[in-house]
């Protein structure tokens, strides 16, 4: 079974950093492309970054050169170093793995965590 699990969220003031983390379990010999979305109030869920299996890591242009996400050597967690937080940044920020293929079988499915909150006051 698959889960996903985020911790690291908080609060803290325009300009600091937080870095979210998400643990992956369930998906041993298997490859998935693992990635950040964060949905404000009102709003409807958008795309932060990505790292792909075996790809080049990718930003939304709203936080490019702010965040940075990296992933263990073991592949099973993800992090996103956010920092120059700005107001803007409040929302929940969700972990999403796209799983791509578990020993021969295939597979193009998504499993999502249930979310970390991040506050910035300015």
């Known amino acids: 079974q698959v889960q996903l699990v985020e911790s690291g969220g908080g609060s803290v003031q325009s300009g600091g950093s937080l870095r979210l983390s998400c643990a992956v379990s369930?998906?041993?010999?298997?490859?998935?492309?693992m990635s950040w979305y964060r949905q404000a109030p009102g709003k409807e869920r958008e795309f932060v970054s990505a790292?792909?299996?075996?790809?080049?890591?990718s930003y939304a242009d709203s936080v490019k050169g702010r965040f940075t996400i990296s992933q263990n050597n073991a592949k099973n967690t993800v992090y996103l170093q956010m920092n120059s937080l700005k107001p803007e940044d409040t929302a929940m920020y969700y972990c999403?793995?796209?799983?791509?293929?578990?020993?021969?079988?295939?597979?193009?499915?998504?499993?999502w965590g249930k979310g970390t909150l991040v506050t910035i006051s300015s």
């Open positions: 790292i792909p299996s075996g790809g080049s890591t």
């Open positions: 369930g998906t041993t010999n298997c490859w998935y492309d």
């Open positions: 999403k793995i796209t799983l791509l293929r578990c020993g021969l079988r295939y597979y193009n499915t998504d499993y």
